[in-house]
Structures are given as structure tokens and as C-alpha cells.
């Protein structure tokens, strides 16, 4: 959703992250299969389901294999 992990950070910091639909304020929360995180970006919310990690980082599209987009945005 972000470039870079302090972004990410920020994000949840600054209370923009729901992890089940509880606000999440520890960027090392750590997040669980199935879980269903509510990012608020900019002008849009984001709602996805995590469906699985990588053992290391990537790029972004092999990040989206990763989650299920549950909201209207980007949705293909």
C-alpha cells in the first residue's frame, strides 16, 4: 500500500490501520492469516484479507498476490 516500511509505520501511528476491524497503534503488531486489515489512504479505504506471506521482501507485484482486495478500490 506503501513504499516503505516507516511509511507504514506512520500510517498505523497515526491510527489509519485497522487489523479485524479494531484501530491498530503498534506497527509491529504482528498480523495473522486471514486477517482483515482497513487501511485509510489518502481519499480512499482500502479493505483486504491477508492470504499469505513471503519468507522475504518483494516487490509489488508479488506483494499483491499476498491479500484479497474486499473493498471497490483496485478491484479487478
Do not use: W
Not at 509505520?9 to 506497527?27: F, I, M, Q, Y
Request: hydrophobic share 40%; net charge positive; aromatic share 2%.
Amino acid at each position: 500500500m506503501v513504499k516503505a516500511r516507516t511509511s507504514a509505520a506512520e500510517l498505523v501511528g497515526s491510527g489509519h490501520v485497522r487489523v479485524n476491524g479494531t484501530r491498530e497503534t503498534s506497527p509491529g503488531h504482528a498480523i495473522k492469516l486471514g486477517d482483515v486489515l482497513t487501511i485509510a489512504l489518502d481519499r480512499t479505504v482500502r479493505v483486504l484479507k491477508v492470504t499469505g506471506f513471503n519468507e522475504r521482501r518483494g516487490d509489488a507485484a508479488s506483494a499483491r498476490v499476498l491479500y484479497e482486495e474486499l473493498s471497490g478500490a483496485n478491484r479487478n
